[in-house]
Nanobody
Framework: QLQLVESGGGLVQPGESLRLSCAAS????????VAWFRQVPGKGREGVSC????????IYVNSVKGRFTISRDNVKNMVFLQMNSLKPEDTAVYYC??????????????????WGQGTQVTVSS
């Protein structure tokens, strides 16, 4: 079965950190650019960050630049999102998604072939 599985979400206070993981099974991630999206109730999925298939380049949405870092380990078939200095507005369900190809083409959800089930991140005091 081809799937992505996210983990690492939880409840934290403002200013704290979380590290999300995205593990692939049934296929190898090294030919896919991988992005993290997030979604709050009543809104569409927002692209947060994307990393090229080799890990050589990454892009971030302005609201998370300097706080979030995306990385990947193609040997372990995983992608990570380190989230520091979390804010209440970061509260959302976070999804990882894979797009066949080296480059990050953007944040159009329909461009991504595989999706995880999501992990909840809640930032609250």
């Amino acid at each position: 079965q081809l799937q992505l599985v996210e983990s690492g979400g939880g409840l934290v206070q403002p200013g704290e950190s979380l590290r999300l993981s995205c593990a692939a099974s049934g296929f190898t991630l090294d030919k896919y650019a991988v992005a993290w999206f997030r979604q709050v109730p009543g809104k569409g999925r927002e692209g947060v960050s994307c990393i090229t298939s080799s890990g050589s380049d990454a892009i971030y949405v302005n609201s998370v630049k300097g706080r979030f870092t995306i990385s990947r380990d193609n040997v372990k078939n995983m992608v990570f999102l380190q989230m520091n200095s979390l804010k209440p507005e970061d509260t959302a369900v976070y999804y990882c998604a894979a797009d066949l190809g080296h480059w990050c083409s953007g944040y159009v959800p329909s461009d991504y072939e595989y999706w995880g089930q999501g992990t909840q991140v809640t930032v609250s005091s």
